[in-house]
């Protein structure tokens, strides 16, 4: 939900001045106007005293539970599913009346899907190309990302959880915005409140296009030189250091009022292969992975992380030969052990990892997932899903188990975007953090 959407007062929206006005302007000028079925000053009667807030995951207060329970209670099973399902769109300009945003309108009102993830754009190319590896990925653009996600946002009867890999910034995916320097670069200076800065900026941005949800802070530890995939995501190879400054970013991105996602527990750092091609095997005991690389992941979620996404690793001192985001085993010691209350979500299930596997939407359900991540087919996921519901292989409590917590987290964005309006000063705010990284990180 776009903060500024929102805003009954006209001067909450006016345009900053400063870097990338122009493009500014006409993002907040498209919030500006539009006009969701749950516009907050209606919704505020309804849940004025459900607030929740962030420890170690969204709480509910009791008035805050019964809200939750009734919007449960009122949705039916089909819904429930979808709401456990998010797939994902690009921010390139998009007319309403094309194939693809049909699509987009069918997830939502057909499937009923709980968000999106949000992707850069994407540059029209022929099928005639002769260089297979030709990439046609390109920077989003602010203003088709902000009118894709506000259009979807205002058919859903639910408050979407609009997410992004916003790793480095908004600048990761959308051009116009602030980049910062990747993880490692703040392990390097060292310093907690840059990390914390770089959060909330992000939050600020990512709130000012309708974006909600960041699949960040990576705490993976970075102590496998050969890792193909981790290595300056990561924070640095120090587990305490890396513990620190995620859990600093993660308090970062809650002060702007976004909802931080750490990732890949239980950590993908000493891997030596890549997920998104192949399944990795850890081979580590359990002590060393404690010592290493599930010490973030614990601080992290002590520091108020309410989201948490499940790698496809084959840990051996977990759940041997089965990918983590599919073994019971990896969350059950995420809730038991580390104390999480709040939503685990799949790493995407179109990686290679766990590509083939039968039923892949329903063994992740199973197994404790409760958002599932951009299944390759979003229609034969729910399909699936409803099938293991009716003839008995998949249980319905953990369905229902699965929905509340993707609706309270819906509730604590919605409650965010009323109390913590985006102001006029974010493209100010993000130069000056960027420019305090720089000079702490650089020396200039």
Request: with cysteine; glycine share 8%.
């Amino acid at each position: 939900m776009v903060l500024v959407a929102h805003a009954e007062d006209d001067n909450r929206c006016r345009v900053p001045e400063g870097r990338h006005t122009s493009l500014l302007r006409g993002v907040w000028s498209t919030i500006r106007n539009v006009r969701l079925p749950f516009r907050l000053g209606a919704l505020a009667g309804v849940v004025a005293t459900a607030i929740l807030t962030v420890t170690a995951a969204p709480q509910l207060d009791p008035q805050a539970a019964r809200w939750v329970a009734a919007t449960l209670e009122g949705m039916t099973l089909d819904q429930k599913v979808g709401q456990l399902i998010m797939p994902s769109f690009r921010s390139t300009y998009l007319s309403s009346d094309s194939d693809v945003y049909d699509e987009l309108v069918s997830r939502v009102h057909e499937q009923h899907v709980g968000g999106f993830l949000l992707f850069g754009g994407r540059e029209p190319a022929p099928d005639v190309l002769l260089n297979a590896g030709y990439s046609r990925s390109v920077l989003g653009q602010p203003l088709a990302a902000a009118s894709v996600a506000n259009r979807l946002q205002a058919i859903s009867a639910l408050p979407l959880l609009n997410s992004a890999d916003f790793e480095t910034g908004v600048g990761f995916r959308i051009g116009g915005a602030t980049t910062f320097p990747r993880a490692m670069a703040f392990g390097a200076a060292g310093d907690d409140r840059l990390a914390f800065e770089a959060g909330r900026i992000t939050a600020l941005e990512a709130r000012a296009l309708g974006i909600h949800v960041n699949f960040a802070p990576v705490a993976d530890v970075n102590n496998n030189p050969r890792n193909p995939v981790i290595n300056t995501r990561s924070f640095g190879e120090d587990p305490a250091m890396v513990a620190r400054l995620a859990a600093a970013y993660v308090r970062g991105l809650t002060e702007g009022g976004m909802i931080a996602t750490l990732k890949h527990f239980p950590g993908h750092g000493g891997a030596t292969a890549d997920s998104h091609t192949t399944l990795p095997v850890l081979t580590e005991t359990l002590a060393e992975l404690e010592d290493r690389d599930l010490a973030p992941f614990a601080t992290a979620v002590e520091a108020g992380a309410p989201s948490v996404m499940i790698g496809h690793l084959d840990v051996e001192a977990i759940a041997p030969g089965v990918p983590s985001s599919l073994a019971p085993e990896t969350y059950a010691y995420l809730r038991e052990e580390l104390g999480f209350e709040g939503v685990a979500i799949t790493d995407s299930l179109g990686m290679g990892a766990v590509a083939g596997t039968p039923a892949l939407a329903v063994k992740a359900l199973q197994a404790g997932a409760d958002l599932l991540l951009m299944p390759a087919d979003t229609r034969r996921a729910h399909q699936t899903i409803t099938r293991a519901l009716d003839d008995g292989s998949l249980d319905r409590a953990r369905v229902e188990e699965a929905a509340a917590r993707v609706v309270a987290l819906q509730r604590w964005q919605a409650r965010t975007a009323q109390d913590r309006p985006v102001d006029d000063s974010v493209v100010e705010k993000a130069e000056a953090a960027s420019a305090a990284l720089r000079e702490a990180a650089y020396g200039y």
